[in-house]
């Protein structure tokens, strides 16, 4: 089973400063690229006539302003009770106890997965781009690593 690591809590890692600084820099260059388009449009012959392309762009400025946004709010949490991360659209916490693997997998960029015990739980996910301590990666390496008789055991809970 795993637990708490030995260490005061809660401890909070965000993203790493280079990569929320290159996010906000994409996201503000963005911006100026959509503006840059709006400014076009308005000066070749009026809105009026770029209406479905106002929507494109409107959905494309909101997606900016999200990966912005994102880069301040993303984090990973220690606490007490069990791991915690929190995104720009909401929180998945999965407790110590209820922890049953880890498993590394390769989705859009390296990231890892930490699976419960339970099948019908959900799995938590956190790319490697946050900014881990030793405290951190010490307490992960204490989650056993997925494989065939882990999952074997979530198919069949009566077989381990």
Request: aromatic residues 16%.
């Amino acid at each position: 089973m795993t637990s708490a690591p030995n260490c005061p809590l809660p401890r909070v890692y965000p993203f790493k400063p280079w990569i929320a600084t290159v996010a906000r820099a994409c996201g503000f260059a963005w911006c100026v690229g959509l503006i840059a388009f709006l400014y076009h449009l308005t000066a070749s012959d009026g809105l009026h006539r770029h209406v479905p392309m106002l929507i494109v762009v409107a959905f494309s400025a909101a997606f900016a302003v999200a990966i912005i946004v994102s880069a301040g709010k993303n984090r990973v949490i220690l606490d007490v009770d069990g791991i915690a991360v929190i995104g720009l659209l909401g929180t998945r916490r999965m407790r110590y106890a209820d922890i049953g693997a880890r498993m590394f997998v390769f989705a859009f960029w390296p990231t890892w997965s930490v699976l419960p015990k339970q099948r019908a739980a959900r799995k938590m996910m956190f790319e490697v781009a946050y900014d881990f301590d030793q405290v951190f990666w010490d307490w992960f390496e204490t989650i056993p690593k997925a494989d065939r008789a882990f999952f074997r055991s979530r198919r069949n809970p009566g077989r381990a």
